[in-house]
């Protein structure tokens, strides 16, 4: 049972969706993993992931880093986190539950903190850079990546991809979070106390390949979110979901996926 820690997550956090998150890993993870590099992660350093689900970055950062800290909200994940850690023979990581908010965790420990598609599920996105903040030592960094969740389309247009944003702005506008906040990382950074470092973005393709249908599966992943908000009737989820796969399975139509938003920023010396 997952606790309820404040905001709310829009995704369920069980083992039905662990298959989704492993293939979202696919996705992103080699650019998420280009990124710590240019960061500069390596030997010798604490690294903090906040919302890590099945740990597959921290798992990673275990291998570049001395010592890894991952948090979720999720027992499952985290025990399956820590069942393929231990498969691995990774004995520098501790998996605890927490939020980002009330952790538990000391000040200035941290020469690296990450977080992936969390703050935009986050009503005070910038209360919790500030959070990331305190667990930094002078000069760490705080990398983010957060997407612009409005940015997935479908060329040609089709139907199902024409209503993902109409869903997206929704969906905001009833948890009053923001889902395409990924273009606002900067901005919410420099006003958590941090000093820019990089920013960069990029947005997945597809013509065809499973991983074209990984937004229609998040968007039915959340369907019980958007039902029980009132942003659309069972009936229209259908519709949207039937005619996303349909653009899915046509290998004359191109999905574009979220747009990705990359943040490297440093606390003040």
Not at 135 to 141: R, T
């Amino acid at each position: 049972m997952m606790p309820d820690f404040g905001d709310r997550y829009n995704l369920p956090a069980s083992r039905t969706d662990h298959d989704r998150l492993r293939m979202l890993c696919e996705i992103h993870d080699p650019h998420t993993h280009e990124l710590l590099r240019q960061a500069g992660l390596g030997a010798g350093h604490k690294f903090l992931e906040m919302g890590c689900g099945l740990g597959y970055i921290s798992r990673w950062a275990a291998t570049q880093a001395s010592h890894v800290t991952a948090l979720d909200l999720s027992e499952e994940h985290l025990a399956e986190a820590g069942r393929m850690g231990q498969a691995a023979g990774l004995c520098n990581i501790e998996w605890r539950q927490a939020n980002i908010y009330d952790h538990g965790l000391s000040e200035e420990t941290f020469d690296y903190t990450y977080s992936r598609w969390i703050l935009v599920h986050l009503n005070r996105p910038v209360d919790a850079m500030r959070k990331l903040l305190g667990l930094l030592k002078p000069g760490g960094l705080m990398v983010c990546e957060e997407p612009v969740v409005d940015s997935a389309y479908s060329e040609p247009p089709t139907e199902g991809y024409d209503r993902h944003p109409q869903l997206v702005h929704g969906l905001s506008a009833t948890r009053k979070v923001d889902y395409s906040g990924g273009r606002r990382l900067h901005t919410w950074a420099a006003e958590a106390g941090f000093e820019i470092v990089d920013v960069r973005a990029y947005q997945p393709h597809y013509l065809s390949g499973p991983h074209k249908g990984f937004w229609s599966w998040t968007v039915e992943a959340a369907g019980p979110s958007l039902l029980a908000d009132g942003v659309l009737t069972q009936e229209d989820l259908q519709k949207v979901l039937s005619a996303m796969r349909v653009a899915d399975g046509d290998p004359n139509v191109m999905v574009a996926g979220y747009r990705n938003h990359q943040l490297i920023a440093r606390k003040p010396r």
